[in-house]
């Protein structure tokens, strides 16, 4: 098959959705089959000067950008005409919600879409965003979905918001959710990153690990690390536009307990996770949340807000707190920290829940999907 992803961002852009096209464009590659890559031609900071290249088998089409749409979409109306003039014999788009869904219309191939749950609280996103939304639902929305041959979803909580927002039949949904590559699995050393951050084998360390934007609620952390004095907080990831006002929050309040490692490459972060006690991650907002799969493959006790598709992804095998409820995640945080058999527990309940999601096992899965499309539509 010759299957070709159009994805708002791609490499060298990493993220969730990002990820997840990457990866399972690299298991498809393994299969035989072809793979393209339709994006804009913006990083996060600016534009790409590489119009076309192939990464590791992807084949990657870059097209001009108009302007940007917020933090997260971006309008490059070239690609209408590559999609229309494809010879793939599928089209799979990723993000909902966007310009290039549109170009679901010019094809007359099958076509997939996986929305990656794009319904941010109202809190994070501009009023502007919030009216191009509503106007983009009301519009064209439920004819996109309509239009499309199948919608993969990455949670049942999303599998539900389709149902209930627009009205999409149960039928016309399968899930196939964000996962981690089956190397990830492997325990990492936990004194690695510990010799890093010169810290001691016996101190309790708690981390978060995401980009420091403001819808990861690090703040939150922030706000009640002073209440355990005797807990090292490490927040790692790349600066999404966040970090002087998280370091200014912990100057305001005079901790010394919190550790900026900045970013991490991936073998840095499951040596980090594998150093941890505790996984916090204090989201506002998740269509799924790859980090805590990421912690569960490297045993680490986890702790997340109720937001997005989390509560899923968690399930029994972590502790969900509510989201801006300090207390709430103050409590949590010490019954884990004062209770290691549950931490315990949890780990093992993590460890056994992420081996049903490797990107190898999702991968088999999308094959068998892109079968079943291709013949109801021939």
């Known amino acids: 098959m010759k299957i070709t992803f159009v994805t708002p961002f791609f490499y060298p852009v990493m993220g969730g959705a990002e990820n997840h096209v990457f990866y399972l464009a690299q298991?498809?590659?393994?299969?035989?089959?072809?793979?393209e890559v339709f994006t804009s031609d913006l990083d996060r900071k600016g534009k790409i000067k590489e119009l076309e290249e192939t990464y590791q088998g992807i084949k990657i089409r870059r097209f001009k950008t108009l302007f940007r749409i917020g933090d997260f979409s971006s309008f490059f109306p070239s690609v209408m005409k590559s999609i229309k003039e494809s010879d793939s014999d599928i089209i799979h788009m990723h993000c909902f919600r966007h310009p290039f869904n549109s170009a679901a219309f010019s094809t007359n191939k099958p076509v997939i879409l996986t929305p990656h749950y794009p319904e941010y609280p109202k809190e994070l996103r501009k009023k502007s965003t919030r009216f191009l939304i509503a106007l983009f639902d009301k519009l064209i929305g439920k004819s996109v979905l309509k239009r499309c041959n199948k919608l993969l979803v990455i949670t049942e909580i999303e599998k539900e918001w389709l149902k209930n927002k627009f009205k999409v039949p149960e039928e016309k949904i399968t899930l196939l959710p964000n996962g981690i590559p089956k190397s990830y699995l492997k325990k990492r050393n936990p004194e690695t990153f510990r010799k890093k951050l010169k810290l001691k084998k016996?101190?309790?360390m708690i981390l978060s690990l995401s980009r420091?934007?403001?819808s990861k609620g690090f703040d939150q952390v922030i706000r009640i690390a002073g209440k355990f004095p005797k807990a090292k907080f490490i927040l790692a990831g790349v600066d999404g536009g966040f970090r002087g006002e998280l370091e200014y929050l912990v100057k305001k309040l005079n901790l010394n307990n919190i550790i900026f490692t900045g970013e991490l490459s991936?073998?840095?972060k499951l040596q980090a996770y594998s150093a941890s006690d505790i996984f916090i991650?204090?989201?506002h907002f998740e269509g799924f949340g790859i980090v805590v799969l990421e912690a569960f493959s490297q045993q680490t006790a986890v702790l997340t807000s109720n937001q997005g598709g989390l509560p899923w992804v968690v399930q029994d095998s972590g502790l969900i707190f509510e989201d801006y409820n300090l207390e709430d995640l103050q409590n949590k945080l010490q019954q884990l920290l004062s209770n290691k058999k549950l931490r315990e527990d949890l780990t093992k309940r993590g460890r056994k829940r992420v081996e049903q999601f490797t990107w190898e096992?999702?991968?088999?899965?999308?094959?068998?999907i892109y079968k079943?499309?291709?013949?109801?539509t021939s």
């Open 27 to 35: 298991e498809l590659i393994k299969k035989g089959h072809e793979i």
């Open 202 to 204: 016996d101190k309790l």
């Open 212 to 214: 420091l934007h403001k």
């Open 266 to 268: 991936e073998e840095e």
């Open 281 to 283: 991650h204090p989201s």
């Open 361 to 368: 096992k999702l991968g088999n899965n999308l094959e068998e």
């Open 372 to 376: 079943e499309v291709i013949s109801n």
